[in-house]
């Protein structure tokens, strides 16, 4: 067959629209679908990427726009060096939008804390936990003390990136004998991770020196159209 064209696919919104669904699971009890929708926003996030890279690299062999050129030549390199999906995201801020990325603010500081939650979640490992003796802790009235064990606890240790979703108010600091992945399994995290992927992509895209029809594409059919085709999940 005579090939007469050439296109390419994006995926991205697919996988965020489950993670919508996670979200809409999502019913206060024990959600734990949490964990599907922050690791479905980070799959539509790097599907996202992926597909930038990838259209950027078909439409340099097909135009002489400066700025598509120079996206796609350092996500060719940045592929094959399999850099991390952020630095990635770095790459593409500093050749789109002209300036270097703020990593300590914004949305940029609130992936790193979302890629290490995905990242701990996917990677999963036994931690160590300290056995205390709670002096402070009484027994229910009308229970005999000698029989009674509920002055030892367990406690966990949190992550930095739990600490960073308290600090947002996504994570309760209470009670502090429950584990970290028990604690991320909230509704607030889900829809966190859901609209902050989708803020991220959009941001990338929106320098003023992109060019139209690049911008057209990627806003219609990529996860950073989401602004456009938004469905209530609040």
């Not at 734990?32 to 950027?56: G, K, R, W, Y």
């Not at 029989?147 to 600090?167: C, H, M, N, T």
Request: some cysteine; hydrophobic content about 40%; proline content about 3%.
């Amino acid at each position: 067959m005579e090939t007469i064209d050439t296109n390419t696919t994006f995926d991205s919104p697919l996988f965020h629209a489950l993670a919508r669904d996670a979200v809409g699971r999502c019913d206060g009890k024990g959600d734990f679908e949490a964990i599907t929708a922050v690791i479905m926003s980070c799959t539509a996030f790097e599907a996202f990427l992926n597909e930038l890279a990838q259209f950027a690299i078909t439409e340099d062999t097909q135009h002489s726009d400066s700025m598509i050129h120079e996206l796609a030549v350092s996500q060719r390199i940045a592929i094959e060096c399999k850099a991390p999906t952020l630095d990635r995201y770095d790459y593409a801020w500093e050749i789109m939008h002209k300036t270097q990325l703020d990593k300590g603010s914004g949305c940029r500081q609130k992936l790193t804390t979302l890629f290490a939650l995905r990242n701990s979640l996917v990677h999963a490992k036994a931690e160590k936990t300290s056995i205390v003796i709670d002096l402070t802790a009484q027994p229910p009235a009308g229970l005999d003390e000698a029989g009674w064990l509920g002055q030892i606890r367990e406690l966990y240790d949190l992550p930095k990136f739990v600490k960073a979703l308290q600090s947002d108010g996504h994570v309760n600091h209470e009670p502090q004998d429950e584990r970290w992945v028990t604690r991320i399994c909230d509704r607030r995290v889900a829809v966190w991770a859901f609209d902050l992927v989708a803020e991220a992509a959009a941001e990338l895209i929106q320098p003023s020196k992109v060019d139209a029809a690049f911008y057209k594409r990627l806003i219609e059919l990529s996860l950073a159209g989401y602004e456009t085709r938004k469905s209530k999940h609040a």
